[in-house]
């Protein structure tokens, strides 16, 4: 995990610069990742409440997760590419 993610996890509030930076670092960016206008972000208060500050979180955690979308292996397809050389 990226170390700036826990400072803000564990802090009083977030700020909007930290928003910001952790939704690409312009307010273009930020405004894109969570789905709202550049107007939005742009009117956000500098210490932003609860609401838009679980936003960000969410949008940085699922943007930050390990791909789970490929399905595991079963025994039969792992025991398959080990043999076939991974081919």
Known sequence: MV???CELW???????TQAIELLGGTITAAAKAIGISYQAVDKWPDDLPPRIADRVYAVWGKKNMPDMA???ATPAQAATETVAGGV
């Open 3 to 5: 170390v700036i993610g």
């Open 10 to 16: 564990f802090n009083d509030g977030m700020h909007k």
């Open 70 to 72: 490929a399905p595991p």
